[in-house]
């Protein structure tokens, strides 16, 4: 079996990266970080197993914790709709987050939560192997590049990948945001699509 090496703590369990159902599993019982002490359910994050969009926000919510599911609360409700407009059927892409545990009071992750469920990230794009990957807030922006900065950011695609965009819980709170959220759920289905087109042409060519 494979096996995380990167964490070097002493202690931690390893992280196996076999298949998505293990991670899964794995994530469910995990005690990397102090979250899970306060979690009702662990949130792995759902979707099928290949994918061509990703989408990672920042972590359960209180519905979420309670279902074990992500953005199915009221965030959850404003991500539909607006994959919906994109013309993105929700069960063709695979949501997580960034930590699959509630924080206490919904407050942002703090850096060794987010090092300690990094690996669960890394072997869940490893895996599902998307064209592009949707970086929804800054939280999630931080933890994959290391940047912040979402509202100058939005909309710019990094390594070629990584597209950033608004958190829906923002726009929750701003309604004005919409609009410029399913215009990148748009880019990013162009781009896979693009991706999708590129490559059958190579095998068609070959
Ligand atoms: S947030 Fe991640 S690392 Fe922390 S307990 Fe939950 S699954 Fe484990």
Redesign the pocket.
């Known amino acids: 079996m494979k096996s995380d090496q990167s964490s070097g703590r002493e202690g931690r369990p390893q992280v196996s990266r076999d298949s998505l159902q293990s991670l899964d599993e794995e ?1 469910r019982s ?4 102090p ?2 002490n306060g979690r009702t359910k ?1 949130v792995p994050g759902e979707g099928p197993d290949r994918v061509d969009i990703l989408l990672i926000g920042e972590a359960p919510g209180k519905d979420e914790d309670l279902a074990g599911r992500p953005f199915v609360g009221r965030a959850g409700s404003i991500l539909d709709r607006c994959l919906n407009d994109a013309g993105i059927e929700r069960r063709e892409v695979f949501i997580t987050n960034v ?3 509630r924080p206490p009071g919904n407050r942002r992750p703090k850096k060794d ?1 987010v090092e ?2 990094r690996p ?1 990230l890394k072997y869940q794009i490893e895996l599902i192997q998307p064209k592009v990957v949707i970086l929804m807030g800054n939280a999630a922006t931080k933890a994959v590049l290391d940047v912040e900065g979402v509202t100058s950011l939005r909309g710019q695609v990094f390594r070629d990948m990584f597209l950033v965009t608004f958190h829906p819980a923002a726009v929750l709170r701003n309604g004005n945001l919409k609009e410029d959220l399913v215009l990148d759920l748009l880019a990013a289905r162009d781009k896979a699509e693009g991706s999708r087109a590129c490559h059958q042409k190579r095998e068609d060519c070959a």
């Open positions: 994530i995990c005690n990397r970080c979250l899970a662990a930590v699959k545990c939560e300690a469920c669960y």
